[in-house]
């Protein structure tokens, strides 16, 4: 069974930034897409970000597209999320998943594994 563990949330200041690392059990070039999405309370999930193993490419949803980056380290299984000029509108808990599907804009429809979740606060 696959596991990702997400690390790095916490507590940052609006304007501030934060680098979320994902963890995964196994290689992760045997998913064709890994990324982040995100849950606010009160509101639905939303894949924010993705990234095609195989090729590299990526996508960003609007909200973050120019503040948010997202990499990977092959040889550590890994998966990274750096966020920059954080708002009040990104807290939310993020999850580190992996796609069935190439990164896209519709990735998010195609959840195969996830994993237990960061909280991100960003204090206004």
């Known amino acids: 069974q696959v596991q990702l563990v997400e690390s790095g949330g916490g507590l940052v200041q609006a304007g501030g930034s934060l680098t979320l690392s994902c963890a995964a059990s196994e290689n992760i070039f045997n998913f064709n897409a890994m990324g982040w999405y995100a849950h606010a309370p009160g509101k639905e999930r939303e894949g924010i970000s993705c990234l095609t193993t195989a090729d590299g490419s990526t996508y960003y949803a609007d909200s973050v597209k120019g503040r948010f980056t997202i990499s990977r380290d092959n040889a550590k299984n890994s998966m990274y999320l750096e966020m920059n000029s954080l708002t009040s509108e990104d807290t939310a808990v993020y999850y580190c998943?992996?796609?069935?599907?190439?990164?896209?804009?519709?990735?998010?429809?195609?959840?195969?594994?996830w994993g237990q979740g960061t909280l991100v606060t960003v204090s206004s």
């Open positions: 998943a992996t796609a069935d599907v190439k990164c896209g804009v519709n990735w998010f429809k195609y959840l195969e594994n």
